[in-house]
């Protein structure tokens, strides 16, 4: 019995942390607890626990790892998306192309070539381009955990905050824009970019957290605060300066030559038509005007003149696809040979470089 006693005594004992003094232990005690193998391996712990598992820690920090590289990849992969959208549309601006536009047509191509697809003289799809490549950039460094410039994980972090934010915002003012000044047209490239833009933002608050993410909403603030007003700065100034024009809606009309053709003039014209060459106009121009009447009326019906502007022109009107093929920048223009010529030209200039007989000029 006093054994048990003793046996009862020494799990307790064993359970605490603190040695009993060397001078209050009983030698019958420590008789009995040598005597004991089994008393041998007991641990000192407390009532309940057990011993956690080391690699519970590690294998959490590894799943949240793992979690992060897959939302930057998704990021860098949304950018890839965005990044070769704007590069179309930059190509269709350098090219003056129509864009295709599954849904919506021909008010989709009024939307992007309107004053609100520039920002102080810059495309808006060159903007974009830049945005979603620095978007892609950080995302690949930080699913890579490879930095450069001498950034840390933290400064990457809120580098692709503070982008996508400006991005958000951005798209925010675009999306009010094409509700209330093209509420009857639809641009499927605009809300592919607003989706994209969201898209990132969201996942990088979703990875930051909301709590890190609520410590940085006075930069987030100010960045959107400072999008917004230079958008609209933009665009008030563009209004300003183009208001003269806005009202401006001019439907085609013929114009009329007076001057007679003279046997020179005929004979130029027809040679000029001979070879190809063309001259290029507008029916409100007047140095176009002024050129036909150096040919006369019966001289100017021979020549291949190309209206840029058959069906009038109002403000956002597009040349015709052959003076945009062209490459035309001003009127006239004259394209002989392959060479251009700009501006009123004298009929000896043209007949020089036309290649037209010496022996047919005049004398």
Same mark, same amino acid.
């Given at each position: ?10 799990? !307790? ?23 004991? /193998?089994?008393? @041998? ?15 519970? #820690? ?49 008010? %989709? ?8 697809? @520039?920002?102080?003289? @810059? /495309?808006? #799809? ?11 950039? $950080?995302?690949? +460094? ?14 990457? +972090? ?5 982008? *996508?934010? !400006? ?15 093209? /509420? ?9 970019? @607003? ?20 410590? +940085? ?6 960045? =959107? ?7 609209? *700065? ?5 209004? =300003? ?16 030559? !007076?001057? =007679? ?28 005007? &002024? ?18 502007? /058959? ?5 956002? *009107?597009?040349?015709?696809?052959? %003076? $945009? ?20 030209? &004298? ?10 007989? &010496?022996?047919? +000029?005049?004398?």
């Amino acid at each position: 019995m006093a054994t048990m006693s003793l046996l009862s005594f020494s799990l !307790s004992f064993n359970r605490c942390s603190t040695p009993i003094p060397y001078q209050h232990q009983n030698p019958n005690l420590i008789s009995i607890l040598r005597s004991s /193998p089994r008393l @041998v391996s007991l641990k000192c712990s407390s009532y309940g626990s057990e011993p956690e598992p080391e690699t519970e #820690p590690e294998t959490a920090i590894l799943a949240t790892s793992t979690g992060s590289d897959w939302t930057y990849k998704l990021a860098v992969g949304i950018s890839g998306i965005g990044f070769f959208e704007t590069s179309y549309l930059n190509f269709i601006k350098l090219t003056g192309s129509d864009a295709f536009c599954p849904v919506g047509g021909g008010s %989709c191509t009024d939307i992007l070539n309107s004053d609100y697809a @520039v920002v102080f003289g @810059v /495309p808006l #799809p060159l903007i974009g381009l830049a945005a979603y490549g620095f978007a892609a950039t $950080i995302g690949f +460094q930080l699913a890579t955990n490879k930095f450069s410039f001498g950034i840390n994980k933290s400064n990457a +972090q809120l580098l692709l905050l503070a982008t *996508t934010t !400006s991005m958000a915002a951005a798209s925010s003012y675009f999306l009010y824009i094409l509700t209330t000044a093209f /509420p009857s047209s639809s641009c499927t490239y605009c809300l592919l970019s @607003v989706i994209l833009s969201f898209t990132l933002f969201f996942i990088t608050v979703k990875d930051l957290g909301l709590q890190e993410t609520y410590k +940085q909403l006075g930069l987030q603030l100010f960045i =959107s605060g400072l999008v917004i007003l230079t958008l609209n *700065t933009s665009y008030s100034s563009s209004k =300003s300066a183009s208001s003269s024009l806005a009202g401006i809606e001019l439907p085609y009309y013929a114009t009329e030559i !007076s001057a =007679s053709s003279t046997p020179f003039a005929q004979s130029l014209a027809r040679h000029l038509h001979s070879i190809g060459a063309r001259m290029y106009g507008a029916f409100w121009c007047s140095h176009c005007l &002024e050129q036909k009447e150096m040919f006369g009326r019966e001289a100017a019906k021979e020549l291949d003149y190309v209206e840029c502007f /058959p069906e009038g022109y109002r403000t956002g *009107t597009k040349m015709l696809k052959a %003076c $945009i093929d062209a490459k035309i920048e001003g009127f006239p223009t004259w394209i002989i040979n392959g060479q251009v010529l700009s501006g009123e030209q &004298e009929l000896l200039e043209l007949a020089q470089v036309s290649g037209y007989s &010496e022996s047919d +000029q005049p004398s």
